[in-house]
């Protein structure tokens, strides 16, 4: 079966950093998606990795440790604006059928 | 840019109603998926399709079906709906050979079954 676990919500202040982890145990793996979620719009897409490893794409890094199961994604300098959901996903199969967790809701405050 | 495009944003029907949510890719794209949000249960995989006439069940196919007729069309059916399929319906493409293939999603179809 598929498993994605990542923490329901995150407060964090503006201009700090934010870890948001996840960890996952899927029956396979081709890759990990970080995307992110306004309330009442469509998610969009963050970062992706498929090796062991950081990625950095501005404020946002995101790392994957594949023998670990795990995978966090790094937001620096917060905005109010970052103030989102940020969905964890992996791609665990053949014709990228993509599983998703459930989400952390992340609230920026002043 | 992508563009995936979904029928309705709100629909409202009633128990037993036959329900279609359309969505329309302009990428060209091989992949289409249809996934449904609830609170607490994040998205979940309902149906996929990796080519024109094929179809792949998702981790809750129960109670739907769909139909990819054309390449840019990936329509979701809800036989006969029931009150526990209220909820955001979320369609996404992809393209397996470009880039990572990371989905584009739809605005969604928020579902209300009565």
């Known amino acids: 079966g598929q498993n994605i676990d990542q923490p329901t919500e995150m407060t964090a202040t503006e201009g700090a950093i934010v870890q948001i982890n996840c960890t996952y145990q899927?029956?396979?793996?081709?890759?990990l998606f970080w995307y992110q979620q306004h309330a009442g719009e469509a998610p969009t897409f963050l970062s992706y990795?498929?090796?062991?490893g950081l990625e950095e794409k501005g404020r946002f890094s995101s790392f994957l440790s594949r023998s670990k199961g795990y995978s966090y994604l790094l937001l620096k300098e917060l905005q109010m604006k970052d103030s989102a959901s940020y969905l964890c996903?992996?791609?665990?199969?053949?014709?990228?059928?993509?599983?998703f967790g459930t989400g952390t809701k992340l609230q920026v405050i002043p | 840019d992508v563009k995936v495009t979904q029928s309705s944003r709100y629909l409202v029907k009633r128990t037993g109603e036959k329900v279609f949510l359309e969505c329309v890719q302009d990428m060209d794209h091989e992949n289409m998926f249809w996934y449904r949000q609830d609170p607490g249960l994040g998205l979940r995989l309902i149906y996929f399709?990796?080519?024109?006439?094929?179809?792949e069940k998702g981790d809750i196919p129960e109670g739907y079906s769909v139909s990819r007729e054309k390449k840019e069309r990936f329509s979701l059916i809800l036989e006969s709906a029931s009150t526990n399929q209220t909820s955001m319906y979320l369609c996404?493409?992809?393209?397996?050979?470009?880039?990572?293939?990371?989905?584009?999603f739809g605005e969604g179809s928020r579902l209300t079954v009565l």
């Open positions: 996903a992996v791609n665990s199969g053949g014709y990228q059928k993509v599983t």
């Open positions: 990795n498929v090796l062991d």
């Open positions: 996404a493409s992809s393209f397996p050979g470009q880039g990572p293939g990371e989905l584009f």
């Open positions: 899927t029956s396979g793996f081709n890759g």
């Open positions: 399709s990796y080519d024109v006439k094929m179809k």
